[in-house]
């Protein structure tokens, strides 16, 4: 009897230790907790550099490869030149999935999908504030290019729904440099404005154009807000074989959204991800599409891992 509850004793506690090590492989091992903080820790990461006013003209270089001068007597705060020390700050968002992490988009301001070349994000603080976006002289910017041709310039801006889109950018000492050509594998021009710097063509489709709409299933929060400074559900609609990450916004209904009216080109394959993160779970949904006339979409979510979102979305640059 004393040898049976022994090995009794045994047993349990074997299945008491194996028990608890099956849940820690299966715990969640989310990091982020919302959107926010999802485009925080994997979308692309702030660069800082301390340089001195003085010692300008200065060229910083950036991790992806992009370079950013700054000329003397470029930076004021209030209309006046600024001295001493300052900290520039910057992100590059080279990829479709710097784009899709940051939650950042490549719509442009009219509606119509932008094919993307890259962007940044530049700030510039001396004694820990912002100096003026408009600079008294434009800084030289050469972002790395990866085809031969053209490209146009944008400025990133915000529309009332706190959405994320690009315009043409604000004349650099009364000349705006929009159309910039690749040279030496790099696209190189002047930008007399700091923030949101966009190096962009238009998604270029003759087929007649149209809405897309869609519908989220499941959706357990709210749509997200760019950079999901608010909600928690983005939209995404990623062209098959060009860079393009359209971001679909605009409310269309209790968890719905639709593209800019009359801007999807018809015929056209890609595909609709759709990724939620909520309470510190996740949830994903894609589905690979052909554009049609008055097209109208379902995506259902279902609850993932935070390493699948992420697969997924890197999945991305190559699709």
């Known amino acids: 009897m004393k040898k049976f509850n022994l090995l009794s004793g045994l047993f349990l506690t074997t299945f008491v230790i194996f028990s608890a090590c099956k849940k820690d492989e299966i715990k969640n ?89 890259g962007f940044i994000f530049i700030d510039v603080k001396a004694n820990g504030e912002s100096v003026d976006k408009n600079l008294a002289k434009p800084v030289n910017i050469k972002i790395p ?19 994320m889109a690009w315009q043409a950018p604000r004349p650099a000492n009364g000349a705006a440099q929009v159309d910039v050509k690749a040279e030496n594998n790099q696209f190189a021009f002047n930008f007399g404005t700091l923030g949101w710097i966009n190096c962009d063509v238009f998604w270029n489709y003759s087929n007649p154009k149209t ?7 499941n959706n357990p929060g709210t749509m997200a ?52 993160i909520k309470d510190g779970k996740y949830y994903i949904a894609k589905k690979d599409i052909t554009i ?16 699948n979102i992420q697969t997924e979305i890197n999945a991305l640059n190559n699709y």
């Open 29 to 117: 091992t989310n990091i982020a907790n919302n959107a926010q903080e999802f485009t925080q820790k994997f979308g692309a990461k702030t660069q800082s550099f301390k340089i001195n006013v003085s010692e300008l003209p200065q060229t910083l270089s950036l991790k992806g490869g992009t370079k950013i001068t700054f000329p003397a007597g470029s930076l004021t705060k209030n209309g006046i030149p600024v001295t001493g020390e300052v900290t520039v700050e910057a992100m590059e968002m080279l990829k479709r999935s710097d784009v899709i992490f940051s939650g950042t988009n490549t719509n442009h301001s009219s509606g119509a999908p932008l094919q993307s070349d």
């Open 292 to 307: 049609t006339a008055n097209l109208n979409e379902s995506l259902t979510l279902v609850e993932t891992s935070e390493n």
């Open 211 to 217: 809405t897309v709409r869609v519908e989220v299933l």
């Open 225 to 276: 807000t760019f950079r999901g400074y608010s909600g928690d559900t983005f939209v995404f609609f990623c062209a098959k074989g060009s860079n393009v990450a359209a971001q679909l916004y605009t409310p269309d209904g209790a968890n719905k959204v639709k593209s800019y009216d009359d801007m999807m080109p018809v015929g056209v394959e890609g595909r609709l991800l759709s990724f939620s």
């Open 145 to 163: 290019a990866n085809r031969d041709g053209g490209t146009q310039l944008w400025e990133g801006v915000q529309n009332d729904q706190k959405q």
